[in-house]
């Protein structure tokens, strides 16, 4: 099992608006069918998030997730989930469940900055893909300081897409 993250972040650094939401909401152009997110969710076994980010999609009009299994980290969260959501405050858990459920297959790391970082620090993430996206936002959340200066990237990829967005990519060293 391979696990992958590919957060958005604007020209300027921010993955998240000034708000807090994700970037992307900032861009005019926004489409994740013709980004490649549902194609990299077909290729996946689950997806994986923090509780900050997973919690808008319990109201919004659509589940982003399709019938892919979601693995969430977090304790503070409604009992009331969906089925197919797996609920873990112990980071270290919620990965072995992945492990024996996913077996082979990749997981997607939705974010965010703190749990990227969490799987970072157990050695288990194996790559960090950025959707550099032409937006300017000015303010909100980069992916430091939540994710670790130290962290050693080795360029694997790069790949262009749509109205000018660019994805990079590179494998976590450890
Ligand atoms: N640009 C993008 O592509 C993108 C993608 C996703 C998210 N985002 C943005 O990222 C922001 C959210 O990121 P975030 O880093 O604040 O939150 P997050 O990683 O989504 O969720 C944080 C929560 O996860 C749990 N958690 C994380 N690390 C843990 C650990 N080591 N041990 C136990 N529990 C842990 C905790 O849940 P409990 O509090 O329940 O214990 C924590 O409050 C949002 O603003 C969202 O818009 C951006």
Redesign the pocket.
Same mark, same amino acid.
């Not at 807090?20 to 992307?24: D, E, H, N």
């Not at 998030?49 to 997973?54: A, C, H, N, W, Y």
């Given at each position: 099992m391979r696990i992958l993250t590919r957060?958005? =972040?604007s020209l300027d650094g921010f +993955? =998240?608006t000034p708000d !807090?939401? &994700? +970037?992307?909401v900032d861009y005019p152009a926004w489409d994740p069918e013709e980004l490649g997110f549902y194609e990299l969710q077909s290729l996946c076994g689950a997806v994986l998030? #923090?509780? @900050? @980010?997973?919690e808008p999609a319990l109201y919004a009009p659509f589940w982003p997730w399709g019938d892919l299994p979601v693995y969430v /980290? !977090? %304790?503070?969260?409604r009992s009331d989930l969906p089925a197919e959501v797996v609920v873990d %405050? *112990? &980071?270290v858990r919620l990965y072995e469940r992945l492990l024996d459920d996913c077996q082979d297959a990749d997981v997607h790391l +939705? !974010? #965010? &900055? /703190? @749990?990227?970082e =969490?799987y970072r620090r157990l050695g288990v993430l194996d790559e960090l893909r950025l959707m550099v996206l032409p937006v300017l936002t000015g303010a909100g959340?980069q992916l430091t300081p *939540?994710i670790g200066t130290d962290a050693v990237l080795s360029l694997i990829g790069i790949r262009d897409w749509p109205g000018g967005v660019t994805e990079l990519a590179y494998e976590v060293e450890y």
């Open positions: 957060m958005c =972040t +993955v =998240t !807090g939401r &994700p +970037v992307q998030m #923090g509780r @900050t @980010t997973f /980290l !977090g %304790s503070q969260l %405050s *112990d &980071p +939705v !974010g #965010g &900055p /703190l @749990t990227v =969490t959340r *939540d």
